[in-house]
């Protein structure tokens, strides 16, 4: 029997050895590069973030301002704020976390505006946020995000149109106040031609945001500043109310 010539396969294992050494150059240049990326965008995100955040306060002060007036009162309403549960305001099974702004004047409250999530939108949740005076009366109600179908549920949106306004300067007379629904339900609020739902829900979430208000005032205004308060402490503080 002839022994195998280990010279055979010479050609075939330069081969390889020739493929071999460009894959694991290639492989090399894309781990620095990955590498270079991830750390230019960390780099970014550094450098980035504290102007995101600048930007972040701006538009939520803005809101703010257009939901209670400037003048009427005087404290960084920013960081003014404190934390309430999702959960306890509209009886929903998640429990996220809401915030509500205090507004002061000489130090005494005359408004506050929360925020609150209408989950039964036409295309799923619409975030909004609530001004409420100290004697009850709406002071201004606008929608921070959204899904709904352009043309009909956005109208939502200041930017579309006014219905938002409407809720400004009234107030709920009791919990079964049945003037707040849609004019479809015989409520004082109308609906868009085409769409119902949305306007429904709008409306809901803004009268469990009053009621929770009107139930819950003396409890909200004595909770700690949320907005001054170390993540961990925000959480040990949220997690006490929410076993209130």
Not at 110 to 133: E, F, H, K, R
């Amino acid at each position: 029997m002839t022994a195998p010539n280990p010279q055979i396969n010479k050609p075939n294992d330069q081969k390889t050895s020739v493929f071999r050494l460009p894959i694991q150059k290639n492989s090399q240049i894309l781990a620095i590069f990955a590498i270079a990326c991830t750390l230019i965008v960390g780099l970014v995100n550094e450098l980035t973030k504290d102007k995101i955040k600048a930007q972040a306060q701006q538009q939520l002060l803005n809101t703010l301002h257009s939901i209670i007036e400037p003048n009427r009162y005087d404290n960084d309403i920013t960081k003014d704020c404190v934390n309430f549960s999702t959960a306890a305001l509209n009886e929903q099974t998640s429990d996220a976390i809401q915030t509500a702004y205090i507004a002061r004047k000489a130090g005494k409250v005359i408004a506050i505006a929360m925020t609150n999530t209408a989950p039964d939108g036409y295309n799923g949740d619409i975030d909004l946020i609530v001004a409420v005076s100290i004697d009850g009366k709406v002071s201004g109600v606008r929608v921070l995000n959204h899904k709904e179908t352009p043309g009909l549920g956005d109208k939502v949106e200041l930017r579309k149109s006014n219905w938002i306004t409407s809720f400004t300067g009234k107030k709920i007379l009791s919990d079964t106040d049945s003037r707040w629904a849609v004019a479809k339900d015989d409520g004082m609020f109308d609906q868009f031609t085409g769409a119902t739902i949305t306007p429904r829900a709008v409306v809901k979430s803004v009268t469990q945001t009053l009621l929770y208000f009107k139930a819950n005032q003396q409890a909200l205004l004595t909770r700690p500043n949320a907005c001054l308060l170390s993540v961990e402490q925000t959480a040990a503080v949220n997690e006490v109310n929410n076993d209130k």
